[in-house]
């Protein structure tokens, strides 16, 4: 399993010189495990330069799997190479509404006047789905999603393939009236998607000292991020969904307190744009263009 970051800010793209280390695209990930088939999570504006190398590729088949419908995840939908393609067979899976189909509320952001080419001229025609209550199969890869803790219908996605797994948890707020390091794990909300992960992909928007402002509005702080990775026993933590008013020297300081309270054998990183996870049979590598050297390896050992 291949994993790319393409973006991994939250809330609001913030490009600028302060963010170029780290990106200011909000949140995208790729992952490839059959080479025909692509696994796109969330839809947010780093969506845009992944479509064009989708294009490049030509990749025939590619499902998009939406943690939920708020902006941040979904602005890069329209601006996505791909879904303007008629010979590209395109899946949208997302959280299931009481009220709306997924199409219809996808609708309200691809129409007039947010946008304006309305949904049912886009050539893609994409397919949509809920997603399902099991787990469920695309190509050789098992997907699994789960509803967690955020503003509005929310999931977690646990990928698994060639027994290597990644969770994706980009906007989670886990701690919200629970003391992670106290409550039965089958307590804590996103458990079951990350439970002993090779990989937890997680929200870590905040600092311990900002959070208090922030209780309820659907993210962590580093400190919690490191007690949910600590209480799922994954073995590498990402550090996800940066505040946009986070500069990269900030972040870097994040990082610090993410480690000085990590008890694990391998250290939390930062996601970065550009960041490559391969996960293989013998081992992890991460490849990161800017937080350590190109060349750098970090096995996880079995």
Known sequence: MRVRVWGCRGSLPAPGPET????????????????????VLDAGSGMRPLGRSLAVDRAEVIHVLLTHLHLDHLQGLA?????????????????????????ERVASYVSPPLFPVPLSDVPSRPIFHDVPD???MIGS????????????????????????????????EPSLGVDLRQVEPDWISGYQIAQGADVLL????????????????????????VAFATAVQADRLVLFHHDPAHSDPELELL?????????????P???????VLDLGPAGITIDSPHSMPASEAIPIPE
């Open 255 to 267: 990082l610090d307190e993410a480690r000085s309270s990590w008890s694990g054998s391998l250290p």
């Open 79 to 103: 601006f996505f190479l791909p879904f303007w393609s008629d010979d590209v067979e395109l899946h949208i899976w997302g959280p299931p509404s009481p009220t709306y189909g997924l199409g």
């Open 134 to 136: 099991e787990p469920w």
């Open 141 to 172: 890869t098992l997907v699994a999603g789960q509803p967690v803790v955020h503003q509005g219908p929310t999931m977690g996605f646990r990928v698994t393939a060639q027994e290597r797994t990644l969770a994706y948890l980009p906007d989670h």
């Open 20 to 39: 170029v280390r780290y990106g200011g695209n909000t949140s995208c990930v790729e992952v490839r495990v059959d080479d025909d088939v692509v696994l």
């Open 269 to 275: 990183v930062l996601a970065e744009e550009g960041m």
């Open 202 to 225: 997680h929200d870590a928007q905040y600092s311990d000292d900002e959070y208090g402002d922030h209780v309820g509005w659907g993210h962590s702080s580093v400190d919690h991020a």
